[in-house]
Protein backbone atom coordinates (compact mmCIF):
# COMPACT_ATOMS: atom_id res chain seq x y z
CA UNK A 1 0.00 0.00 0.00
CA UNK A 2 1.20 3.65 -0.47
CA UNK A 3 1.36 6.08 2.12
CA UNK A 4 -0.55 8.51 0.00
CA UNK A 5 -3.32 8.15 -2.20
CA UNK A 6 -4.18 10.66 -5.14
CA UNK A 7 -7.74 11.14 -5.15
CA UNK A 8 -7.98 14.50 -7.11
CA UNK A 9 -9.98 13.09 -10.35
CA UNK A 10 -12.15 10.70 -8.42
CA UNK A 11 -15.94 11.13 -8.24
CA UNK A 12 -17.93 9.84 -5.94
CA UNK A 13 -21.29 7.59 -6.55
CA UNK A 14 -21.18 3.60 -7.02
CA UNK A 15 -18.18 2.13 -8.31
CA UNK A 16 -20.58 0.16 -10.97
CA UNK A 17 -23.61 2.25 -12.32
CA UNK A 18 -26.81 1.14 -11.78
CA UNK A 19 -28.48 -0.29 -15.24
CA UNK A 20 -31.29 1.51 -16.56
CA UNK A 21 -34.89 0.46 -14.94
CA UNK A 22 -33.33 -1.14 -11.83
CA UNK A 23 -33.58 0.17 -8.19
CA UNK A 24 -30.96 0.06 -5.61
CA UNK A 25 -33.10 -1.09 -2.20
CA UNK A 26 -33.16 -2.41 0.99
CA UNK A 27 -34.84 -5.65 1.08
CA UNK A 28 -35.12 -8.12 4.54
CA UNK A 29 -35.26 -11.57 3.60
CA UNK A 30 -35.70 -14.90 5.59
CA UNK A 31 -31.75 -16.15 6.75
CA UNK A 32 -33.50 -19.72 5.04
CA UNK A 33 -34.59 -18.17 1.95
CA UNK A 34 -31.32 -16.10 1.27
CA UNK A 35 -29.21 -19.33 1.98
CA UNK A 36 -31.45 -21.27 -0.46
CA UNK A 37 -30.55 -18.97 -3.35
CA UNK A 38 -26.91 -18.79 -2.45
CA UNK A 39 -26.95 -22.12 -2.57
CA UNK A 40 -28.76 -22.68 -5.82
CA UNK A 41 -25.93 -19.92 -7.48
CA UNK A 42 -22.98 -21.36 -5.81
CA UNK A 43 -24.21 -25.34 -7.17
CA UNK A 44 -24.94 -23.37 -10.72
CA UNK A 45 -20.99 -22.97 -10.45
CA UNK A 46 -21.20 -19.43 -9.96
CA UNK A 47 -23.24 -16.30 -10.59
CA UNK A 48 -24.97 -13.25 -8.75
CA UNK A 49 -27.91 -14.66 -5.90
CA UNK A 50 -29.53 -11.09 -5.88
CA UNK A 51 -30.07 -11.78 -10.36
CA UNK A 52 -31.55 -15.41 -9.16
CA UNK A 53 -34.22 -13.06 -6.81
CA UNK A 54 -35.38 -11.00 -9.29
CA UNK A 55 -35.92 -13.43 -11.95
CA UNK A 56 -37.76 -15.38 -8.90
CA UNK A 57 -39.79 -12.50 -8.63
CA UNK A 58 -40.48 -11.22 -12.32
CA UNK A 59 -41.19 -15.29 -12.77
CA UNK A 60 -43.97 -15.10 -10.01
CA UNK A 61 -45.15 -11.80 -11.56
CA UNK A 62 -45.40 -13.68 -14.89
CA UNK A 63 -47.48 -16.05 -13.74
CA UNK A 64 -50.01 -14.42 -11.81
CA UNK A 65 -50.91 -12.34 -14.76
CA UNK A 66 -51.17 -16.22 -16.83
CA UNK A 67 -54.38 -17.32 -17.46
CA UNK A 68 -55.76 -20.41 -15.92
CA UNK A 69 -56.26 -22.51 -18.93
CA UNK A 70 -52.84 -21.49 -19.46
CA UNK A 71 -51.84 -22.19 -16.37
CA UNK A 72 -53.30 -25.61 -15.95
CA UNK A 73 -51.58 -26.69 -19.17
CA UNK A 74 -48.49 -25.61 -18.24
CA UNK A 75 -48.70 -27.32 -14.83
CA UNK A 76 -50.04 -30.26 -16.48
CA UNK A 77 -47.16 -30.44 -18.92
CA UNK A 78 -45.17 -30.14 -16.46
CA UNK A 79 -46.48 -33.23 -14.56
CA UNK A 80 -46.38 -35.61 -17.14
CA UNK A 81 -43.37 -34.82 -18.44
CA UNK A 82 -41.96 -36.01 -14.50
CA UNK A 83 -44.63 -38.88 -15.18
CA UNK A 84 -42.10 -40.07 -18.18
Known amino acids: MRKEYDFYKG???PVVPIAKGKSRITIRLDDEV??????????????NYQTLINAALVEHIRREAEPLE???RRVLREEL????
Open 11 to 13: KRG
Open 81 to 84: RRAG
Open 70 to 72: KTL
Open 34 to 47: LEWFKAQVESAGGG
